[in-house]
């Protein structure tokens, strides 16, 4: 299995431009995460898709911040306008259920974003 | 008060040294327990899970206190490839999953 598959890797890009960030799970994973990891604040849960339904977006920053889980072999974080502060390593996660063992995440590599 | 706190560290100790984690975490309601291990500029990945009972994973052991509100990991003979970032975590469950990570802990085993 080729675990979990974020793209790009790395983005660097100015203030006020669109970034779109990508991830496959694991094939026959039903639940999708995004996270947002810095030195600060840890790393915290953006939003989690269940069966391609996001069920908790509580944890999106703001309005700039959207995910889209179109099927279950794909998901995009687009944040539009970009800002300095959004700099951090994102995260896309997936786990096969809800409960032991099947809710152990699997991550992918991130994506290291630096907004100029 | 943070739902998951750990002690960020870092931990320092020799090698072949026996060092503990504590993380407590603020809702009782609280359901399944993990400990994850980040290498640097790495993705976190599972350590093991946390039982109610306990649970040992080779020099690992991790141990549960629902009374006290902490999950606790204990290495022993630590080795270089240990030195990481260990993270608390926390599933409050109840249907679909309402996951917290803690902020982490550094190990850093010198030889």
């Known amino acids: 299995d080729a675990g979990v598959i974020q793209s790009p890797r790395h983005e660097v890009t100015e203030m006020g431009q669109e970034v779109t960030l990508r991830c496959k799970p694991i094939s026959g994973h039903n639940s999708l995460f995004w996270y947002r990891q810095t030195m600060m604040r840890g790393l915290e849960l953006l939003i989690y898709?269940?069966?391609?339904?996001?069920?908790?977006d509580s944890g999106m920053p703001e309005d700039r911040f959207s995910a889209k889980m179109p099927n279950a072999s794909f998901s995009t974080l687009k944040i539009q306008p970009s800002e300095p502060r959004d700099s951090a390593v994102y995260f896309c996660?997936?786990?096969?259920?809800?409960?032991?063992?099947?809710?152990?995440?699997?991550f992918g590599p991130g994506t290291r974003l630096l907004v100029l | 008060r943070k739902e998951v706190e750990q002690d960020p560290g870092p931990f320092n100790v020799p090698e072949g040294a026996t060092v503990a984690f504590n993380c407590t975490y603020s809702?009782?309601?609280?359901?399944?327990f993990f400990w994850y291990r980040q290498d640097c500029r790495k993705e976190p990945k599972l350590l093991m899970s946390?039982?109610?009972s306990g649970n040992e994973d080779g020099r690992f052991t991790a141990q549960l206190n629902r009374a006290s509100q902490y999950i606790s990991l204990l290495i022993r003979d630590s080795k270089l490839s240990d030195s990481a970032t260990y993270l608390c975590v926390v599933n409050r469950g109840g249907g679909y999953q309402k996951v917290t990570f803690g902020t982490g802990t550094k190990l850093q085993v010198i030889p």
């Open positions: 996660a997936s786990s096969s259920g809800t409960s032991y063992p099947q809710e152990t995440q699997y």
């Open positions: 946390v039982y109610s």
């Open positions: 809702n009782s309601a609280s359901q399944s």
């Open positions: 898709f269940n069966n391609n339904v996001p069920i908790d």
